[in-house]
């Protein structure tokens, strides 16, 4: 009779999943489009939908693994820092290095104890489970932050701020939600505080040296099919996080600098690179919010939404604007920028993972936690997304006028010893209207053609250039950096670039040295 009852996973049953697997995809990608006209972050979208699929909701789906989650959680943790290491830009991050880290780690502290002070005597929590929300919420989210303000250029040194620290302040974060909910008293404070310097130490060196030699080895060996870089790329990036983990160290931050190191070394094919990086970090986020919204339970909710509220109040108006004002003092940060970072502190997928620990961790009340940590992050996200935009131009920290950047892919030509760069115009940029023998490039390198809608010629020195236009420029080893950074040039400054101020040949050179 027992075995009459068992049902194997036939084709049948598998043909189901990915039915139900690929709707829900489908419904999620959609909703990136809505998000996008809203303003408001997917990750609100995608909660929805898992919130909708589970018990509470249409599909009634009981699922309360955390440990499940907690390990899925870090996995896509993984790759959305590894997508947003790709993307950050070291021009833009290192000038705002010393300022983001200090808001990673002094304004962490800032904030863990000023909101687990304001939930311990505003809500009743006791003290561990008040530290443990002020951990757990201390973290800030660069997708969610940059998902709302993509449509307004910010000075540099905001939003390389903003993503530095959204990737430096996961590390000591994680680490502090461990230690607190581990079981037994943490008798010496300096203790964790020297076990959080060691483990972000090793994370950061295994991280750079990763990074570097993986960047060497991909400009050095050519791989016999192009779609096989953007998977190379993802899985060194993955590496470091396994090897700085196995070192007892950061994997979090070790895997967000390979990605930076790496997404600043001029790859082999990097917008596909990119795209490919880009889209597992949705496929990631989409998994990740959909298996959270079933882990909660709405109808438990009702108690702890007042809480949220109190301690998302303390969090987003006193302790986060504490810890920008008192991390950015010695940096002579405006203040409207400190006003802007003050209220860019948007939690996202982080914080709800780490919920999933005292969970795992078997804390008292921790399933309290879990709620609370939820409720906030999705009504402060509500609060915060959409006004964003609108704080921005009230503060007058926009930048419109920034020409697009080109895409530029490079394909190696070994036996040649030269490069092939496929140059897409986007709209906005400077290159519109400029003849080929305008562009001045480097001896070594040609126009040698051009597709325009969707038909390609050999262009003449007289040929103008269109907004999206296909360029395939063709250059020797020698010359390759300075004819990508004369096209980047021009595509930002116009066929003056160089002669106006604007970067060039010269340019490219010096930064080479």
């Known amino acids: 009779m027992r075995q009459g009852r068992e049902r194997p996973l036939t084709v049948h049953h598998l043909n189901q999943l990915l039915l139900v697997c690929s709707l829900v995809l489908l419904i999620a990608v959609a909703a990136v489009r809505i998000s996008s006209r809203s303003g408001l972050p997917s990750l609100l979208v995608y909660l929805a939908i898992g919130v909708a699929m589970g018990q509470d ?60 002070a304001g939930a311990h005597y505003l809500t009743g929590l006791e003290w561990r489970q008040a530290l443990i929300v002020g951990a757990v919420v201390s973290s800030t989210d660069a997708a969610a932050v940059f998902s709302v303000l993509r449509r307004i250029p910010l000075p540099k040194r905001i939003t390389g701020t903003l993503e530095a620290e959204s990737g430096f302040n996961d590390a000591p974060v994680v680490i502090l939600v461990v230690a607190f909910s581990t079981a037994g008293p943490i008798e010496h404070w300096y203790v964790l505080i020297g076990e959080i310097a060691l483990e972000l130490a090793i994370g950061a060196a295994i991280g750079l040296a990763v990074g570097w030699l993986g960047s ?12 096989l870089y953007p998977i190379a790329v993802m899985s060194i990036a993955i590496a470091a996080y396994a090897a700085g983990a196995l070192a007892h160290g950061s994997g979090f931050l070790a895997v967000y600098l390979a990605s930076m190191v790496m997404g600043n070394a001029r790859l082999p094919h990097w917008p596909a690179t990119r795209g490919f990086a880009d889209g597992l970090g949705w496929l990631a986020q989409i998994g990740m919010f959909v298996l959270l919204g079933l882990l909660v339970t709405p109808h438990e909710l009702g108690d702890d939404i007042l809480p949220a509220l109190v301690i998302g109040l303390v969090l987003t108006m006193v302790a986060r604007p504490l810890s920008v004002v008192l991390c950015l003092v010695p940096f002579r940060v405006p203040w409207q920028e400190q006003a802007l970072m003050s209220w860019a502190g948007l939690r996202g997928a982080v914080p709800i993972i780490l919920a999933t620990i005292p969970m795992v961790e078997g804390v008292a009340g921790s399933h309290r ?37 080109l895409g530029i892919e490079s394909a190696p030509l070994e036996r040649l010893r030269g490069h092939l760069l496929s140059v897409t115009i986007p709209e906005g940029s400077k290159m519109h209207g ?22 390609s010629f050999v262009p003449l020195p007289t040929t103008g250039l269109r907004r999206g236009d296909e360029l395939l420029v063709v250059a020797t080893d020698p010359v390759r950096d300075a ?27 010096r930064s080479r040295r």
């Not at 820092?81 to 290192?94: D, I, M, S, Y």
């Not at 996200?381 to 930048?399: D, F, I, S």
């Not at 004819?483 to 050179?509: D, F, I, M």
């Open 57 to 116: 909701g249409i599909g009634d789906i009981k699922f309360d693994n955390a440990e499940l989650v907690q390990v899925i959680g870090y996995g896509a943790l993984v790759v959305i820092l590894a997508e947003g290491g790709l993307g950050t830009k070291w021009k833009e991050a290192k000038p705002a290095l010393p300022a983001a880290s200090a808001l990673a780690l002094g304004g962490v502290a800032v904030s863990v104890g000023v909101t687990a």
């Open 216 to 227: 060497w080895g991909l400009k050095h060996v050519a791989l016999p099919a192009s779609g």
């Open 369 to 405: 936690i879990f709620n609370i940590v939820f409720v906030l992050v999705v009504v402060y996200t509500l609060v915060q997304g959409p006004t964003l935009p609108w704080l921005a131009r009230k503060l007058r920290l926009g930048k419109g006028d920034e020409a697009a950047d």
């Open 434 to 455: 400029v003849e080929v023998n305008e562009l001045r490039l480097p001896t070594g390198a040609a126009v040698t053609l051009v597709v325009r809608d969707g038909t």
């Open 483 to 509: 004819a990508e950074a004369r096209l980047r040039a021009v595509g930002h400054g116009g066929k003056l670039a160089g002669w106006l101020g604007s970067g060039g040949t010269e340019g490219a050179r």
